[in-house]
């Protein structure tokens, strides 16, 4: 009986840490309608909004390509997420201060699961977008927060216009 407890106490255990992991799904289908929350860096957007598409690629050698680019101050884009690697990566934009705090958030709990309309998670071979309009001028900063990989230079930055 004690062993049949233990596989059971197990498996609880099993299931409940797959519940914390990142998945490559899509924020909006899968929590409902986008929460659009304003943001230093700006506020999400309805896909219908975007007028143009950039494509982000990530890779296994811990980078972004582009790893900067630039939009006007009240543009809304599509960011096509691309995933080229092997391994998972995310895209999150943040301001410096906000990636480094969920940083040390995610070397604690690697497998916090968390999706807000500012992060792709991206699969191997996988892609996902993101829709934002970019609503506040200045420097900006996104990064993949995945354990290990901010830390060995996974970011990128942006620049929003007047």
Request: net charge neutral.
């Amino acid at each position: 009986m004690k062993t049949m407890q233990f596989i059971a106490a197990c498996a609880l255990l099993a299931s409940a840490s797959t519940s914390f992991a990142h998945g490559n799904t899509s924020h909006a289908s899968a929590t409902g309608p986008v929460i659009k929350e304003q943001k230093a860096w700006g506020i999400a957007s309805d896909e219908r909004a975007a007028l143009r598409t950039l494509t982000i690629e990530m890779t296994d050698d811990m980078r972004f390509a582009p790893d900067h680019f630039t939009v006007k101050r009240g543009e809304t884009l599509r960011l096509r997420v691309v995933n080229k690697g092997q391994l998972m990566h995310e895209m999150v934009l943040g301001t410096r201060a906000s990636l480094d705090e969920h940083a040390q958030m995610m070397l604690k709990y690697p497998g916090m699961e968390h999706a807000e309309p500012y992060m792709a998670h991206v699969a191997p071979g996988k892609a996902e977008d993101l829709v934002w309009s970019f609503n506040r001028a200045g420097n900006f900063n996104f990064a993949c927060l995945i354990a290990g990989h901010y830390q060995a230079g996974m970011t990128g930055r942006f620049t929003v216009t007047e």
